[in-house]
């Protein structure tokens, strides 16, 4: 799916795959731009895990956790739960998501993909405060 990164460890001994971008750090507030580093495991076709830090280097720090979901998932979801989701089409139409390393053919066709999926994230650090 996205570069492969020997950089942090995986854990269980599932390999991460990981993804650059640069988007609003909090709350979709456009004036607090932060760089992420996002380590994604793919559960299943529905279903992706992401472990979010600030830098790749070694005392990056984890900064949130996102739960990605497919549109067939989402939509299954209640109203109420969707309100607390966000759609990822913007992010990866803008190029706000970069994969490192990833041949541009595989790129391309993930990301496509990957416009029709959902995200929930968790803040664990807010590093640019």
Known sequence: MMASSDKRPA??????????????????????????????TRINQD??????????????????????????????LPVEEQKLWHSHAYEIKAGLWVNPGVPEMVQKTELNNLTRTYGKFWCTWQTDR
């Not at 854990?11 to 994604?40: C, L």
């Not at 992401?50 to 990056?60: I, K, L, Q």
């Open 11 to 40: 854990p269980g001994g599932v390999a991460p795959t990981s993804e650059q971008t640069t988007r609003p750090g909090h709350d979709h507030d456009m004036s607090r731009q932060i760089e992420t580093h996002n380590y994604v």
């Open 47 to 76: 279903f992706l895990q992401c472990a979010v830090y600030d830098s790749d280097g070694p005392n990056a720090h984890l900064i949130r956790v996102e739960y990605i979901v497919s549109d067939r998932i989402f939509e299954d």
